[in-house]
């Protein structure tokens, strides 16, 4: 055992390369910060100031006006809710059957639901396109949501998550004549809270930020989400920074709001998904 | 394990309903109708990947032996599309740049193990903390993250450029010359994986046992001693599993490309992007800006075969350094 000097010596060092790396991490999200509340005028001053000398909160109005932001934020909100709530109830349901019941194929179903793991998304793409096209869905909020809620990632990471469950509990309901429904809904569900916990918080983090399936499947500014309504406010505001740093902080703000509150059950889940892929 | 299980029922049934055991399959506690319940909870994903992922590519790939005309109709044009590929100086430059851009990429996987190793420093204060604030860029949408780079990249005002002055070094136009933006681009995409990867690895550090660092202690082992001896041995299969996510991501990378590098009106465009599209970028462009599906679907099969082919090279190369335990 190192004694107690050496401890403290050790640590002193480690606490030095961790400060600089947070550093590294938080600065550009500070100066982003720090720049949207700066008018033009400061914010291309040379050298540049680090605190505002007068706090412009103009900016973040400025965004309202050039896209339309709270239709585009609405519509975020609207499509990481609905994939997420499809992907839980659907994947669940698929990995309770997977994990535990019999039937013809399942193997070979398995398979191909992790083949599509297996495929980068490009290949959906333009597909997918023709689809919501056919239906008539292109600029629309089924567009954003429907393919989404389909997710072959979501049904192994609960499947494997059900696997890890006891048994007890359900054989006692299928005796007392419980059908599968009622085992899945009543049993299965409650006791696989943390598996969802985790599929739901990586759900959102996916939706909110994704970007190219939203850009391909809505471009009229009303019915983007933030990710692709931020490449239209980079078209009008090229080099207004304080403008675009406002827009990029409020589009983003939510999902670190949600991060910040729940940060335990999030790094457990990430560390959940790495433990269990 | 079915075994346990069928001894446990036929052991309960008795005492739970009163009535004599009988000889049925205990196994099947869905009753006869299993089957029927099995394919109808799988069915509603299964039906969705199958219209919306499964089908899409096959279609892909028969679009890759198409040619798209201005309105919309497709000829089949046969393997034309990758014969022009395999001679096409831009799809070529674009898979040398995903694979640098990849390559870059990676460099931050023992960054992130050696945060991991460092925050998990028994007793140390503040690592929930540190692990809040690393884990920040990974839950920061990407198409900010890039919008934000861009800013600090700046070649007259910003923030990374005068910084570099302070300390006595003439910055450059990072985004904005062609020969640094793919760097540029790839030390954001580290920027933005550390994180993630940190709190993989850690976990991954748990679930070392705690007294093969003690056994290592007695034998007067020092921490980095351990480190190369007990932590890196046993963290590998985590390794592993990182470094392929990792670069199945990164082969992928669009959003910080298409912030940082494109533009979507032709009001200012900036020159570094031609010298350094990724494969996902120029698909985009091709597919849905310039309307050359049948093309875009080549390239993105083109992308397929590289992440299989470097996927299998990884899976290969894991007998030599992977220690499973």
Known sequence: ?277 | MTAVADQSVAAEVPAATGRPARKRRPTTVAGRWEWLWGLAFIAPTGLGLLVFYIWPVFQTLYYSFTEWGAFGGHVWVGTENYVKLLGDPEVLKALKNTLVYSGLVLLGVPVSLVLAALINTPGLRGAAVYRVLYFLPVVTMPAAVGMVWRWLYNGDLGLVNHVLSLIGISGQHWVADPRFALYATAVVGVWMTVGYNMVIFAAGLNGIPRDYYEAAELDGAGRIRQFFSITLPMLSPTAFFITVLTSIGALQVFDVIYLMLGTNSSALRNPAIDENKTIVFLFYERAFIDNDKGYAAAIAFVLLLVILVLTVIQFRAQKRWVHYA
């Open chain 1, 1 to 277: 055992m190192p004694s107690r000097v050496d401890r403290r010596h050790t640590t002193w060092h480690v606490h030095l390369v961790l400060v600089v790396g947070a550093l590294v991490m938080v600065a550009p999200l500070a100066w982003e910060f720090l720049t949207s509340v700066k008018s033009f005028g400061e914010s291309v001053r040379v050298p540049p100031t680090i605190l505002p000398e007068t706090w412009d909160w103009s900016n973040y109005g400025k965004v309202f006006e050039a896209v339309p932001f709270g239709e585009q934020f609405l519509n975020t909100v609207l499509m990481t809710a609905g994939r997420t709530a499809g992907q839980l109830l659907m994947c669940s349901m698929a990995a309770y059957a997977f994990a535990r019941l019999r039937f013809p194929g399942r193997d070979a179903f398995f398979l191909l639901f992790l083949s599509v793991l297996m495929v980068p998304s490009q290949l959906f793409l333009i597909p997918q396109y023709q689809i919501m096209q056919e239906l008539g869905w292109l600029n629309s909020l089924p567009a954003l949501i429907v393919p989404g809620m389909f997710s072959a990632f979501g049904t192994f990471l609960l499947r494997q998550f059900f696997l890890s469950l006891p048994k007890d509990l359900e054989e006692a309901a299928a005796l007392d004549g419980a059908n599968p429904l009622r085992i899945y809904w009543h049993v299965m569900l409650p006791l696989a809270r943390p598996g969802l916990v985790a599929l739901g918080i990586l759900t959102v983090l996916w939706s909110w930020n994704d970007l190219l399936w939203p850009l391909v499947a809505n471009n009229d500014p009303e019915k983007m989400t933030l990710s692709a309504g931020l490449a239209t406010l980079k078209g009008e505001h090229l080099t207004d920074y304080p403008v675009l740093m406002a827009g990029s902080l409020l589009a983003t703000l939510p999902v670190i709001a949600v991060f910040v509150v729940m940060q335990r059950r999030v790094l457990e889940g990430i560390a959940f998904t790495g433990t269990k892929g």
